[in-house]
Each structure stands twice: as C-alpha cells, then as structure tokens.
C-alpha cells in the first residue's frame, strides 16, 4: 500500500491552498482518511478527518476554514484551505486506516509529508 501526497506549496495570508491523497495497492477497504501537521518545533496535530460514510472533524484552529473530503472509488482524500493564516505553516501529512487483501486488520499508513508555507 502506497499514499501518494500532493499539493502545497507557497501562498499569501488569505489565499488558498489543496492537497490530496491517493492510496493505491492491495485495498480491501478504508475506514478513515486524515491529514495531520507539524510545524518546526511542535508536535504532529491533527487537522481533520473523514470516515468512510463521510462524517468529518476537525482541529478547532481550522473549523470553518478547511474542508476535508474523500472519494471512495479512487481511494483518495483532500484537504481545501482556505483562509489560509502564517501559523498553518507546517509539513501536512495524509494518514489512512484500512484493511487490504492480505491483512483483515486495520493498520495506518502514513503519507510523505508536503510542505504548506503561508506568508503574512
């Protein structure tokens, strides 16, 4: 199983940005699809995540500014920023909890992170 990240970049203190996700291997199933952060000397935190029938949350730093959403028949998540603030700087990672075609258990697998700068 692979997570592919893409996206990010650099944008101006109130602009935008998306992200997205792609699993792809042996999947049987995914439950549910998340993107997470770190920012240079702090903890991992979570930013928001999305169940497989769709029921989201999220941090409250972004509540009302970011939108999770998934599409189950490409196995792939996204993240839209808007709003976007200096202190959403950080690395954003996708992390996905699902069971593929030679595990019956759910494990997380993780993304390579992508770097998402906001200038004031």
């Known amino acids: 199983v692979q997570l592919q990240a893409s996206g990010g970049g650099l944008v101006q203190a109130g602009g935008y940005l998306g992200l997205s996700c792609a699993a792809s291997?042996?999947?049987?199933?995914?439950?549910?699809m998340g993107w997470y952060r770190q920012a240079p000397g702090k903890q991992r935190e979570l930013v928001a995540t999305?169940?497989?029938?769709?029921?989201?949350n999220y941090a409250d730093s972004v509540k009302g500014r970011f939108t999770i959403s998934r599409d189950n028949a490409k196995n792939t998540g996204y993240l839209r920023m808007n709003s976007l603030k200096p202190e959403d700087t950080a690395t954003y990672y996708c992390?996905?909890?699902?069971?593929?075609?030679?595990?019956?258990?759910?494990?997380?697998?993780w993304g390579k992170g992508t770097q998402v700068t906001v200038s004031s």
């Open positions: 992390a996905v909890d699902l069971t593929s075609m030679i595990d019956s258990d759910y494990a997380r697998y």
């Open positions: 291997g042996s999947i049987f199933s995914i439950k549910t």
């Open positions: 999305i169940s497989s029938d769709g029921n989201s």
